[in-house]
């Protein structure tokens, strides 16, 4: 069985450009969750998707936005680049949201210069 | 806010040593999670507690839950340089249904032969 897939896996900015990244969940799972990954910050939640609708967000800018399509792949978008927005931007993706355990992707490394 | 906190931060062991890795919990949650992260690589999800006094165990490693004390422990027993990794633990705190893994800072682990 396929695992979470995320693409590109690496992406070089610069600064006031934006970004989008991809995120395919593994086969039959429904939520997708992003969260960012910084040697500074650690891991943060970014936001939540099931069944195409955000259920939760984290404290990010909204610079930050995402959506999720009908066979359950997510987007992130990050606008107007800066330079504290390199990290590892981690999807993961479960069953269900709230209860199942979420399995995560290789990540992004996004790298703004 | 809901606050995590690991320690140690940082651990140098020789293998066949026994070790524990702490993780406190500010608020009352729905389930604990433990992650391994190898570096460069994504997360692989290790245990879920999801009630008072659980405890999983796989190969080396023993997870267990106390609530009360909102306080969970990743027990290492006879240590391998194969366990040489960070490892998260992450706090689900389900409002509404929505979902967010709240992350600790992380354990790196070295163990040395």
């Known amino acids: 069985k396929a695992g979470v897939t995320q693409t590109p896996r690496y992406l070089i900015k610069t600064r006031g450009q934006q970004v989008t990244l991809s995120c395919s969940p593994i086969?039959?799972?429904?939520?997708v969750s992003w969260y960012q990954q910084t040697p500074g910050q650690g891991l943060q939640f970014l936001f939540e998707?099931?069944?195409?609708?955000?259920?939760n967000k984290g404290n990010f800018p909204g610079r930050f936005s995402g959506r999720q399509f009908s066979n359950s792949r997510s987007e992130m978008n990050v606008s107007t680049l800066e330079l504290g927005d390199s990290a590892l931007y981690l999807c993961?993706?479960?069953?269900?949201?709230?209860?199942?355990?979420?399995?995560f992707g290789p990540g992004t490394r996004l790298t703004v210069l | 806010e809901l606050k995590v906190e690991q320690n140690p931060l940082f651990l140098s062991m020789q293998e066949g040593k026994n070790y524990t890795i702490y993780c406190n919990y500010s608020?009352?949650?729905?389930?604990l999670y433990w992650y391994r992260q190898d570096p460069g690589k994504s997360l692989e999800s290790l245990f879920v507690?999801?009630?008072?006094?659980a405890v999983k165990q796989e190969g080396r490693l023993m997870a267990s839950l106390d609530t009360k004390a909102r306080l969970s422990t990743l027990h290492i027993t006879a240590a391998v340089h194969d366990l040489s990794a960070t490892y998260f633990c992450a706090v689900d705190r389900t409002t509404m249904g929505r979902r967010a893994l709240t992350f600790g800072s992380g354990t790196r682990l070295q163990v040395q032969p």
């Open positions: 993961a993706s479960s069953r269900n949201p709230s209860t199942d355990t979420q399995y």
């Open positions: 998707y099931f069944s195409e609708t955000q259920r």
């Open positions: 086969s039959g799972h429904r939520s």
């Open positions: 608020t009352t949650s729905d389930r």
């Open positions: 507690l999801l009630s008072n006094g």
